[in-house]
């Protein structure tokens, strides 16, 4: 995905440069925090690992209740570990008024279970 054109043009208007498709297929850099985690230890929303490929990997626990986007038998199941999304997904994310969650559902960008929000972007 890339930027849309009326996204490109509010980046030309606030003076920001789009990622060339090359940057824009990199991972975003998250920063590994569960690398060395305490035996036992359970991960968080947001824990970051770096698995043996390389890859970027982030935990996630989507909210439920109440408040939350899912039921409680389906945060049980969509709990989990999830490929850190590429920087062309989060600047188009950035410039848009809806963001995925891992699941792939779509909610506002500073919603707790958004991408956006579980990578402390937003």
Known sequence: MALQPVQHEIAKVIGYEPLTEDEGS???????????????????TGN????????LRCY????SGRNGQYTT???????????????EDIEEWTFDS??????GDE????????????????
């Open 73 to 87: 038998e389906e945060s049980e199941e969509l709990t989990g570990w999830y490929d850190v999304p590429d920087l």
């Open 98 to 103: 809806v963001c995925p969650t891992p699941a």
């Open 60 to 63: 996630w626990i989507p909210t």
């Open 48 to 55: 970051v690992y770096k698995n043996k490929k390389g890859i």
């Open 107 to 122: 909610v506002e960008p500073d919603a707790p279970d958004s991408w956006l929000s579980i990578l402390g972007i937003i």
């Open 26 to 44: 990199e991972q975003y850099p998250a920063d590994v925090d569960y690398q060395d985690a305490p035996k036992g230890a359970m991960p968080c």
